[in-house]
């Protein structure tokens, strides 16, 4: 049966599209421990544990101001899941930044998972890139 409405998306650009789902389904999984995830998930609250993440892991870690900047979303609401994740013992926030809690830092959670998705994608964007390169 045809589309009412056709979409030309090249295999590339559903290939991105497949790995940020994954990759957004990957990370809510990490933001939460086994067995206590929510059912409905909430993609701002992935968010702001992978803006804190990233904060930690280029070593500035950032306050509730900075990861609402770099989100583009009100402070309050960035408040509001930065006290979620740290409710869940995700972040642990030290002279008013955030870091991811200690043991998560050091054990970064479903990384064969990550791997797996990001393969997969680079398997099919990568010749592309390679492409542009010339």
């Known amino acids: ?75 309050t609401s960035a408040l509001r899941r930065l006290d979620a994740l740290e409710d869940i013992g995700l972040l642990k926030r030290a002279r008013g930044r955030y870091y991811l809690e200690p043991y998560r830092a050091a054990h970064t959670p479903n990384f064969d998972r990550f791997a797996l998705i990001l393969s997969k994608g680079f398997a099919v964007i990568g010749p592309l890139l390679s492409k542009l390169d010339t």
Do not use: W, Y
Request: glycine share 4%; with cysteine; charged share 15%.
């Open 1 to 75: 049966m045809a589309l009412p409405i056709p979409l030309k998306l090249s295999e590339a650009c559903r290939a991105l599209a497949e790995m940020f789902i994954d990759l957004c389904f990957a990370f809510h999984a990490s933001t939460h421990p086994a067995g206590q995830e929510p059912a409905e998930i909430d993609l701002n609250l992935t968010l702001v544990a992978v803006a804190a993440m990233l904060g930690h892991a280029e070593g500035h870690a950032m306050n509730a101001s900075e990861i609402a900047a770099r989100l583009n979303m009100p402070r």
